[in-house]
């Protein structure tokens, strides 16, 4: 995968896309375990990408490849909503709105860093389980390493997430097909960053005077 936009138009390119799409997405609407499974096919779609594979893996319920990453970015979520929650509520219980405000632009600020870190959190995971994704040191050094690249795969792993909400607005019936569609994007994303991180583009040699 050479570029970051691949992984919008790659999943299209299996003819056997529409099923693979849609029983993949009839399983995601299964609390927990549904989720689970989402997340498993997306880490298979990854090994797919990694190897130049256009094809989408089968559907199913890949729950051992995918119960740590979704522990993992659940313990993220449910941390980095902590600090912002907490002051909201402290807000309403004194009644003052500035201390509210505050949790609301500390929670947007977190929101955003989660988003920047989240290219690196899910290679990290891919690759070492546990130990990779709560290597909060490793993590941030490869978020860093880079930022215009860490930058770029956060924005498309977060333009896959409203792709995969739009489909509530028909019915709920749209988000069969758009939740595995941005899982699949976030794979590509995640593959595009796993190689810029590995080969850095070459710094160009200045001419000598």
């Known amino acids: ?84 929650a907490i002051l909201e509520g402290s807000g309403n219980a004194n009644a003052n709105p500035g201390t509210e405000t505050r949790g609301n632009l500390l929670d947007a600020a977190l929101t955003l860093l989660l988003a920047f870190l989240a290219p690196a959190i899910i290679l990290h995971t891919y690759r070492s389980g546990f130990n990779g994704g709560f290597d909060l040191s490793g993590i941030w050094q490869t978020a860093t390493a880079n930022n215009s690249n860490t930058i770029v795969a956060g924005l498309v792993i977060v333009a896959a997430g409203l792709i995969s909400v739009i489909g509530f607005a028909f019915c709920c019936v749209g988000a069969i097909f758009t939740i595995p569609y941005g899982a699949a994007i976030t794979a590509g994303a995640v593959t595009w960053y796993e190689h810029v991180t590995a080969n850095p583009p070459a710094t160009p040699a200045w001419p000598s005077t």
């Open 1 to 84: 995968m050479t570029s970051v936009g691949d992984g919008f138009a790659w999943p299209f390119q299996d003819p056997q896309w529409p099923s693979k799409v849609l029983l993949q997405g009839l399983i995601a609407f299964i609390p927990v375990v549904g989720w689970i499974a989402l997340a498993g096919w997306l880490v298979l779609t990854i090994d797919h990408y990694r190897t130049g594979r256009c094809d989408l893996p089968p559907p199913g319920f890949h729950l051992e490849r995918g119960v740590v990453l979704f522990l993992v970015y659940v313990a993220y979520v449910v941390v980095f909503s902590i600090p912002g």
